[in-house]
C-alpha cells in the first residue's frame, strides 16, 4: 500500500479544470442538435487538432465546447440526454446557418477519454446507433510521455515520469484512499494513468465490434504529418464535400522542453510491444510504432 499518492489531490479531483456550459444552454437543450460523429479517442492523440479542423468544414458546426465527459463519466451520464443535449449548438442556429450557406450541416462530440473508458462504446451505440467514430491512435510510448506532461502543466503530478510509471498501479488499485468521499468518478485513471491508457488492444474491440464500417482509425503520426490527407479521409467518411481551405496547425501540444529518459523509452517498448503486435494483427496494420 502507498503512502503517499505523488499527486496534488486537490488539482487532481476538481471537475471544473474543463469549463462547464451555462444555465441558458441547458434551459434551452430540448431544441438543441445532437452529434452525428464523435472523436472518441485517443487521449493525447491530436484530437484537438482534429476538433479544430473539423470544426473549420463548412458543413460541420462546432460544439459548445470539447470533452463532455458524458459517456465516460458516471456523474455526468446519470443526468441524461437533456444534460448532454445542452453542449451541442442550438437547432434554430443550426436551420439558419444551412439557409445562408446553402449545406446541410452536422456537430460532433470530441471526448477523448471514451476510447477506454468502461462500458462507453456499449453507452454510445444505444444512444447513437448509426454514429460514426473516429479514433486516432498514437504512438503509446509518446502517448504516455505526453499525458504526463499535461498531467504536470495543470499540476495534477508530483512525481517524475519514472517513478510515476513504477507507482501507476498502485494508484490505480487505490484511488478510492485518497478520492474525496462524494468523488465517483475515476480521476487517477482519467488523468494519471500514462501506461495502462496506451494498450489500445484492451479497448478497441468493443469499438471494432459494435461501429465496424462506421468506425474510422487515423494514426496520428499521419494527421501530423499528411493534414490534409487525414481530413480528406475524415470528409469522405463522414459523407462530406472535399475542403482545402484549411488552417494547420498542431493545437494542445506538449510544450515542455525535457526529453523522455533513454532508458525509460527503452522500458516502455518493450512493455508495448508485444501489446502493439497484438494490435497489428487485430486491425492488419503495421503501424510501426518503435
Given at each position: 500500500?502507498?503512502?503517499?499518492?505523488?499527486?496534488?489531490?486537490?488539482?487532481?479531483?476538481?471537475?471544473?479544470?474543463?469549463?462547464?456550459?451555462?444555465?441558458?444552454?441547458h434551459?434551452?437543450?430540448?431544441?438543441?442538435?445532437?452529434?452525428?460523429?464523435?472523436?472518441?479517442?485517443?487521449?493525447?492523440?491530436?484530437?484537438?487538432?482534429?476538433?479544430?479542423?473539423?470544426?473549420?468544414?463548412?458543413?460541420?458546426?462546432?460544439?459548445?465546447?470539447?470533452?463532455?465527459?458524458?459517456?465516460?463519466?458516471e456523474?455526468?451520464?446519470?443526468?441524461?440526454?437533456?444534460?448532454?443535449?445542452?453542449?451541442?449548438?442550438?437547432?434554430?442556429?443550426q436551420?439558419?446557418y444551412?439557409?445562408?450557406?446553402?449545406v446541410?450541416?452536422?456537430?460532433?462530440?470530441?471526448?477523448?477519454?471514451?476510447?477506454?473508458?468502461?462500458?462507453?462504446?456499449?453507452?454510445?451505440?444505444q444512444?447513437?446507433?448509426?454514429?460514426k467514430?473516429?479514433?486516432?491512435?498514437?504512438?503509446?510510448?509518446?502517448?504516455?510521455?505526453?499525458?504526463?506532461?499535461?498531467?504536470?502543466?495543470?499540476?495534477?503530478?508530483?512525481?517524475?515520469?519514472?517513478?510515476?510509471?513504477?507507482?501507476e498501479?498502485?494508484?490505480?488499485?487505490?484511488?478510492s484512499?485518497?478520492?474525496?468521499?462524494q468523488?465517483?468518478?475515476?480521476?487517477?485513471?482519467?488523468?494519471?494513468?500514462?501506461?495502462?491508457?496506451?494498450?489500445?488492444?484492451?479497448?478497441?474491440?468493443?469499438?471494432?465490434?459494435?461501429?465496424?464500417?462506421?468506425?474510422?482509425?487515423?494514426?496520428?503520426?499521419?494527421?501530423?504529418?499528411?493534414?490534409q490527407?487525414?481530413?480528406n479521409?475524415?470528409?469522405?467518411?463522414?459523407?462530406?464535400?472535399?475542403?482545402?481551405?484549411?488552417?494547420?496547425?498542431?493545437?494542445?501540444?506538449?510544450?515542455?522542453?525535457?526529453?523522455?529518459?533513454?532508458?525509460?523509452?527503452?522500458?516502455?517498448?518493450?512493455?508495448?510491444?508485444?501489446?502493439?503486435?497484438?494490435?497489428?494483427?487485430?486491425?492488419?496494420?503495421?503501424?510501426?510504432?518503435?
Open positions: 500500500m502507498i503512502e503517499n499518492c505523488g499527486y496534488n489531490i486537490e488539482k487532481l479531483y476538481d471537475d471544473n479544470v474543463v469549463p462547464k456550459v451555462n444555465r441558458y444552454f434551459l434551452t437543450a430540448v431544441h438543441r442538435m445532437l452529434p452525428s460523429f464523435f472523436i472518441a479517442g485517443v487521449q493525447k492523440g491530436g484530437t484537438t487538432s482534429l476538433c479544430q479542423y473539423a470544426g473549420q468544414h463548412p458543413q460541420i458546426i462546432p460544439p459548445q465546447r470539447k470533452d463532455i465527459y458524458f459517456f465516460n463519466n456523474v455526468h451520464h446519470q443526468k441524461g440526454i437533456n444534460w448532454y443535449r445542452a453542449h451541442f449548438p442550438h437547432l434554430a442556429y436551420k439558419l444551412e439557409v445562408i450557406y446553402g446541410r450541416s452536422l456537430t460532433f462530440d470530441a471526448t477523448p477519454n471514451y476510447f477506454d473508458a468502461p462500458m462507453a462504446a456499449q453507452r454510445l451505440k444512444e447513437f446507433p448509426s454514429a467514430i473516429i479514433l486516432l491512435l498514437r504512438n503509446p510510448i509518446d502517448r504516455a510521455y505526453s499525458n504526463y506532461q499535461m498531467a504536470v502543466k495543470f499540476g495534477f503530478e508530483n512525481l517524475s515520469f519514472e517513478e510515476a510509471l513504477m507507482i498501479e498502485e494508484r490505480l488499485q487505490n484511488q484512499k485518497f478520492a474525496p468521499t468523488m465517483t468518478h475515476n480521476y487517477v485513471y482519467q488523468r494519471l494513468s500514462y501506461k495502462k491508457r496506451g494498450v489500445y488492444i484492451d479497448f478497441i474491440k468493443p469499438w471494432k465490434e459494435l461501429f465496424d464500417e462506421n468506425l474510422l482509425i487515423i494514426a496520428s503520426e499521419k494527421l501530423l504529418a499528411q493534414p490527407e487525414s481530413m479521409q475524415v470528409t469522405n467518411f463522414l459523407g462530406l464535400n472535399e475542403y482545402r481551405n484549411y488552417h494547420f496547425e498542431f493545437y494542445n501540444k506538449g510544450e515542455s522542453s525535457n526529453k523522455m529518459p533513454a532508458h525509460v523509452k527503452q522500458m516502455l517498448h518493450n512493455y508495448y510491444k508485444p501489446y502493439n503486435e497484438q494490435l497489428y494483427n487485430y486491425l492488419k496494420i503495421d503501424y510501426a510504432w518503435h
